[in-house]
C-alpha cells in the first residue's frame, strides 16, 4: 500500500513531538520509518521533502541547513534538517 502525504505528515509532527523543542530530525529518519527497505525510503525522499516544504510554508516547521533556514518552493540538493517552527502542533 503506497505511503501517502497524510502519513508522512504524521510522521514527521510525532518525530519532532517525541524530542525536545529545540532538536531537529533528518528526511530520512522519516523516510525510513515509513519503508522498511532501503529502496522504499530512497524512493519516499521527495515526498517527504516536498511534504516538509508544505508544512514550513504554514510555519508549522523550519527546515534548515546548517544554520541557515530555508525557504521558497525548492530546496537545494544536499543534506537539510526538520525543526519545529513558529505554528508547530505536536
Do not use: K, N
Not at 515526498?47 to 508549522?60: H, K
Amino acid at each position: 500500500m503506497p505511503i501517502d502525504d497524510d502519513q508522512i505528515r504524521a510522521c514527521i509532527l510525532e518525530a519532532l513531538s517525541a524530542r525536545d523543542a529545540q532538536a531537529s530530525a533528518c528526511p530520512s529518519e522519516i523516510a525510513r520509518r515509513l519503508a522498511a527497505d532501503e529502496a522504499g525510503w530512497r524512493a519516499l525522499m521527495p515526498a517527504v521533502r516536498r511534504v516538509a516544504l508544505e508544512l514550513a510554508a504554514g510555519g508549522r516547521l523550519r527546515i534548515t541547513q546548517g544554520e541557515r533556514i530555508l525557504e521558497g518552493e525548492d530546496l537545494p540538493r544536499g543534506p537539510i534538517r526538520l525543526r519545529r517552527g513558529p505554528a508547530f502542533e505536536g
